[in-house]
């Protein structure tokens, strides 16, 4: 089986034959989609070449004119100690090949060797590298405490340390080309974190993500690969699936966790063979990006309750970030209660209020359980009813009541009456339910809806993706 890697430095090929050089090029391409690839015949310029390229790992032939393999190994384990070194020898000779492994080779290996051996040992190598890599910044990061990008977290609103472990780690693993598997509670922002990784990663292709719960096997399988023309029926045209529309990019698989079986199968290979086929082709495609998946799920114990698969588990985990939910940091209840206050007030088009100085503690002694999201929505429905100088603080403690399972005001229709002392529904919470119910009576079709609602069908689609992003199980 082969892997796609996308190492995060290059690959320099030394050997004074060109036609092994081209050919090795293209097998590493197309067994491991490696492109990062440079390649030199005279090895006088290969100690030029460290200096000037982010070389990561290189192949030396032992045999060239002017310097030879042992000289410039020696040189490479000196002057550029981080920098991997493969041995390739025409020869089959045990001394030589320890010889070399002594002074600081990773590997040995003779040319006349098969030449998948050879290229497992090269990508092997380019693991062995990157973890290095990825240990020496996280080492580099925890000791001195240091964000080298903050920028890339700047949508993130936390003051929290352990927020910011979470930020080192994805600094200093975002630039491989291995999973990320990012864990937490449902509205704590693993979208925010993905993002924040792809933007690490420098990488020049989209995020493209995909939310795979409800999907079954067939429509995973034309969302991820896409299709030809004719594949099934209603297959008037070809259609690109996520995954080549994230080529050179990121593709995050969210809510992972709700993947069925058989579709867990597609993925595992996926990842495994970096191949897939369209539905309806023959021929397949090399997987050109990098896959994020995110849940709110305990995958270890669904692979231990045999609903997720043991070896899709473990190979997804390579590099695994859980986010803390608003609970575990509420010293950040009032950072985002400000933030969001001012993107209300923005989105609104209302002047930013005072608000008491019990309201963050009230927030503080609540659990949260739709975390920054259910605040976010508080904070937005407070402010659409907002009339005074000091925001209230009563559409905070409904909301509390309501999740505390206190009986909720009943919906507004024609014909309700109410009570004197009973609180009225909020303007937005009444332009929810008018949405809901035009989308039941149509069915889900958002044409018929707006129709109904008398907007226009892109007015409606917004008011649904907020709708969405304002309810805590969304």
């Known amino acids: 089986m082969t892997k796609n890697l996308y190492p995060s430095f290059g690959l320099l090929l030394v050997d ?14 197309r067994s491991g989609g490696i492109t990062n690839i440079h390649r030199c015949q005279d090895s006088r310029e290969v100690l030029t070449l460290l200096e000037r390229e982010n070389i990561g790992l290189v192949t030396l032939d032992l045999t060239m004119p002017h310097l030879s393999g042992e000289q410039l190994l020696a040189r490479i384990v000196e002057e550029h100690p981080d920098v991997g070194v493969i041995v390739i020898s025409g020869l089959n000779q045990v001394e ?9 080779a990773f590997d040995y290996f003779v ?3 098969e030449e998948g051996r050879l290229l497992e040992g090269i990508k092997r190598a380019i693991r062995l590298q990157e973890l290095r890599q990825e240990n020496q910044e996280l080492r580099k990061r925890f000791l001195n405490d240091t964000l080298e990008h903050p920028e890339a977290f700047a949508r993130i609103v936390t003051a929290d340390k352990g927020m910011r472990s979470v930020f080192q780690y994805l600094e200093s693993v975002a630039p491989t080309s291995q999973p990320i598997l990012i864990g937490g509670e449902s509205g704590v922002g693993k979208e925010l974190i993905a993002r924040a990784a792809h933007d690490l990663s420098g990488r020049q292709g989209p995020l493209v993500c995909v939310n795979v719960a409800g999907l079954d096997d067939n429509v995973f399988a034309d969302t991820l690969f896409g299709h030809q023309r004719g594949a ?14 994230a080529a050179d990019g990121t593709l995050l698989l969210d809510e992972i966790g709700d993947l069925s079986m058989a579709s867990q199968v597609k993925l595992l290979r996926l990842l495994q063979e970096g191949d897939y086929y369209p539905l309806g082709s023959d021929r397949p495609r090399r997987m050109r990006a990098r896959v994020v998946v995110a849940t709110h799920q305990d995958l270890d114990e669904k692979q231990r309750a045999g609903t997720f698969r043991k070896d899709l588990y473990y190979r997804l985990r390579t590099h695994q970030v859980h986010i803390p939910s608003l609970r575990q940091r509420k010293s950040d209840i009032p950072l985002l209660l400000e933030h969001f206050l001012a993107e209300a007030a923005d989105e609104l088009g209302k002047h930013k209020p005072s608000y008491p100085p019990e309201l963050p503690v009230l927030l503080s002694n609540y659990g949260f359980p739709g ?11 407070a402010m659409s009813v907002h009339r005074s100088r000091t925001l209230s603080m009563e559409v905070f403690k409904r909301a509390m009541q309501r999740t505390n399972d206190t009986p909720l005001p009943h ?3 024609r014909h309700t009456a109410f009570a004197p002392d009973e609180p009225l529904p909020t303007l937005h919470a009444v332009a929810d339910q008018l949405v809901d119910e035009a989308m039941k009576r149509a069915e889900g079709n958002q044409s018929i809806a707006s129709r109904l609602l008398g907007i226009s069908q892109p007015a409606l689609s917004k008011r649904l993706k907020k709708m969405r992003e304002a309810r805590p199980d969304g």
Not at 16 to 29: G, V
Not at 371 to 381: G, I, S
């Open 232 to 245: 099934f029926t209603g297959a008037d045209q070809e259609r690109a699936g996520m995954i080549e529309q």
């Open 96 to 104: 030589t090949a320890v010889n070399c492994i002594k002074q600081g």
């Open 371 to 381: 975390n920054v999201r259910e605040l976010r929505a508080m904070v937005f429905d």
């Open 16 to 29: 004074d034959e060109p036609s092994f050089l081209r050919s090795l090029s293209i097998a590493l391409e």
């Open 411 to 413: 919906p507004v229709t």
């Open 111 to 113: 040319k006349t060797d």
